[in-house]
């Protein structure tokens, strides 16, 4: 929880921070792609290492590693030397400290309640970081619209200390090796099943384009709201609203997706979930005032999640690691990419219109699809 909170302070203060630093869309969709690109290229080579690292180790490493990255940048601040660049580099250091985390933290709970209850640990989990993830995303937001963003850094600092501390006191008895995450040796056997197998092509090329759709929105997020909807980046409490509302919705799409899986099944609720995800963008796209698209913004988040789970669950498990990488990896640079350069040689609108269009045809594309793929090779 500790640790959730200064990450979700951390999501919100880079882009503004970075937009308030170059004044460009370009920038502020790059922190996108740098956040993207050790999905890509470092998530097998990363839970290789937490393989071999048992998870106490690895998650007071981890913190430590994730606080001094953070420190950086106010101190750069503090002495007049912070950069774009440098902003970059912190964003895309910080995803390999997650990658690692996460790898420890499954292990972790694995080891402290037992295999066969892992699935009810994990739950009891996420409902207790749920009241974080709905209480600081509209307080950071707050905060980074009055306040110079760069020193509230300082705080996922101090929690991330924080969090290194309570672990080690926590588990440092517990032995047994960190999680062994997906390898490279079940990506390059999930990238052979794809080749074999048109609907597990349909739906991770579908899941995908949803993930570029979702990419491009972020990564224009500020600028847009800046020309289009005039929030301003700096004294405007609106803000904290618009940075908050597609997570806000994301919470509510978490939770109702296990119910719906169960009653509609994986492949209907995929078709259903992405035309929803498409009204919540294309609801986006026509807003032209902040409070309609705060509306719009959660109607969005709620439908994002139910899409993205219901179309992963739709794959066979010899699908699903080469779907993860794509959709965490290839789609965000993609989404990112193509929103920031039509933003800098057009508008923020136009960026935010291609990832809808991205998503236009990831709803078609997936209705050509009528049964689950692990149903066909059961």
């Not at 909807?229 to 700096?234: G, I, T």
């Not at 919470?251 to 609720?269: E, S, T």
Request: proline share 6%; glycine share 10%.
């Amino acid at each position: 929880m500790i640790t959730t909170a200064g990450t979700l302070v951390t999501a919100v203060v880079l882009p503004v921070l970075i937009y308030r630093l170059t004044g460009s869309a370009g920038w502020t969709a790059a922190v996108v792609i740098a956040e993207a690109l050790p999905h890509l290229l470092l998530a097998p080579v990363v839970a290789r290492i937490a393989a071999l690292v048992k998870h106490g180790t690895l998650l007071f490493a981890a913190d430590l590693a994730g606080a001094a990255l953070l420190t950086s940048i106010p101190l750069a601040w503090w002495h007049g030397e912070m950069s774009a660049w440098h902003v970059l580099a912190v964003a895309s250091a910080m995803q390999v400290v997650f990658l690692l985390l996460a790898a420890g933290h499954a292990s972790a709970l694995r080891a402290l309640v037992g295999p066969e209850l892992t699935a009810a640990g994990g739950s009891a989990l996420r409902g207790a970081t749920g009241l974080v993830e709905l209480m600081v995303p509209p307080l950071a937001g707050l905060a980074v619209a009055v306040v110079v963003p760069a020193p509230l850094l300082v705080l996922d600092a101090v929690s991330f200390l924080v969090s290194a501390f309570v672990v080690r006191g926590a588990i440092r008895s517990r032995p047994g090796p960190a999680a062994r995450g997906e390898t490279c040796k079940q990506v390059r056997t999930g990238l052979r099943f794809l080749r074999g197998d048109r609907p597990a092509r349909t739906l991770v090329l579908a899941g995908t384009l949803h993930a570029a759709a979702g990419a491009a929105y972020l990564a224009v997020l500020l600028p847009w709201a800046d020309q289009h909807l005039q929030v301003r980046p700096s004294g405007d409490a609106r803000l904290a609203l618009l940075i908050s509302c597609w997570g806000l919705g994301a919470i509510v799409g978490c939770g109702v997706a296990p119910a719906l899986l169960r009653r509609i099944g994986p492949v209907r609720l995929a078709r259903k979930a992405l035309i929803g995800s498409l009204a919540g963008g294309l609801a986006v796209l026509m807003c032209t005032n902040w409070l309609p698209a705060v509306l719009a913004g959660l109607l969005w988040g709620a439908a994002y999640p139910v899409a993205a789970k219901a179309t992963m669950d739709a794959l066979g498990r010899p699908a699903q690691p080469a779907a993860r990488l794509l959709s965490r990896g290839v789609g965000p640079l993609l989404g990112a990419a193509l929103a920031g350069t039509l933003a800098v040689w057009s508008t923020p609108w136009g960026g935010l219109a291609a990832g809808v269009a991205l998503l236009a045809i990831a709803a078609l594309a997936v209705r050509s699809v009528t049964v689950p793929v692990r149903s066909a090779h059961s």
